[in-house]
């Protein structure tokens, strides 16, 4: 089985500072980059999904936005992919499925951000693909969420979509344990 780590829209916007700010997006990038560490030493696939925003009025995730700095050095081998999205959903009018077929894919890693956005959205579409799919709990990230006047905050939003994720689409673990089953 030849696994694969799929990164998923680990941009400026989301961290300190940023348009769409996220809670703990810091530690969230240190642990992706513990599986981008890992995957890179033991030389398997890697793929970096970055969101374009391409809706008008979209107040974040433009082209003009570099990512974090930990990702910089994904030119260098073994990166198979850098892909855009302009879907939650990283397969959405991509060439994601295509790539990781192609790459000779067979299990998914993932890690990024939104919890309850992109990463959730393509982790379930990923298994619905027949993927067996692994989940980073501590390398993504959400944000609060406001339903009507009820306001839900960010770790009950992290718990709830990890929780939902959990067994049926993905096996959900921190990232260290990943790393220690590669």
Same mark, same amino acid.
């Given at each position: 089985?030849?696994?694969?780590?799929?990164?998923?829209?680990?941009?400026?916007?989301?961290?300190?500072?940023?348009?769409?700010?996220?809670?703990? @997006?810091?530690?969230?990038?240190?642990?992706? $980059?513990?599986?981008?560490? *890992? %995957? !890179? /030493?033991?030389? &398997? #696939?890697?793929?970096?999904?970055?969101?374009?925003?391409?809706?008008?009025?979209?107040?974040?995730?433009?082209?003009?936005?570099?990512?974090?700095?930990?990702?910089?050095?994904?030119?260098? @081998?073994?990166?198979?992919?850098?892909?855009? $999205?302009?879907?939650?959903? *990283? %397969? !959405? /009018?991509?060439? &994601? #499925?295509?790539?990781?077929?192609?790459?000779?894919?067979?299990?998914?890693?993932?890690?990024?951000?939104?919890?309850?956005?992109?990463?959730?959205?393509?982790?379930?579409?990923?298994?619905?693909?027949?993927?067996?799919?692994?989940?980073?709990?501590?390398?993504?990230?959400?944000?609060?969420?406001?339903?009507?006047?009820?306001?839900?905050?960010?770790?009950?939003?992290?718990?709830?979509?990890?929780?939902?994720?959990?067994?049926?689409?993905?096996?959900?673990?921190?990232?260290?344990?990943?790393?220690?089953?590669?």
């Amino acid at each position: 089985m030849t696994e694969a780590l799929v990164l998923i829209d680990l941009q400026n916007d989301y961290f300190p500072g940023g348009t769409m700010e996220l809670d703990d @997006a810091d530690g969230a990038v240190e642990q992706a $980059a513990l599986l981008l560490q *890992s %995957f !890179r /030493e033991k030389g &398997l #696939l890697i793929f970096h999904i970055q969101h374009i925003a391409k809706r008008p009025g979209a107040t974040f995730s433009f082209p003009a936005r570099p990512a974090p700095s930990f990702t910089a050095p994904c030119s260098r @081998a073994p990166v198979r992919r850098r892909g855009q $999205a302009h879907f939650p959903n *990283s %397969f !959405r /009018e991509t060439t &994601l #499925l295509e790539d990781l077929r192609a790459a000779g894919a067979s299990k998914l890693t993932f890690a990024g951000m939104t919890t309850h956005m992109c990463v959730d959205t393509t982790v379930r579409a990923a298994a619905d693909l027949g993927f067996p799919c692994s989940l980073a709990q501590d390398g993504c990230a959400t944000r609060a969420l406001q339903f009507g006047a009820e306001r839900v905050e960010a770790d009950k939003v992290q718990l709830a979509y990890l929780a939902g994720l959990n067994g049926a689409f993905a096996s959900v673990k921190p990232a260290r344990d990943l790393c220690a089953a590669l």
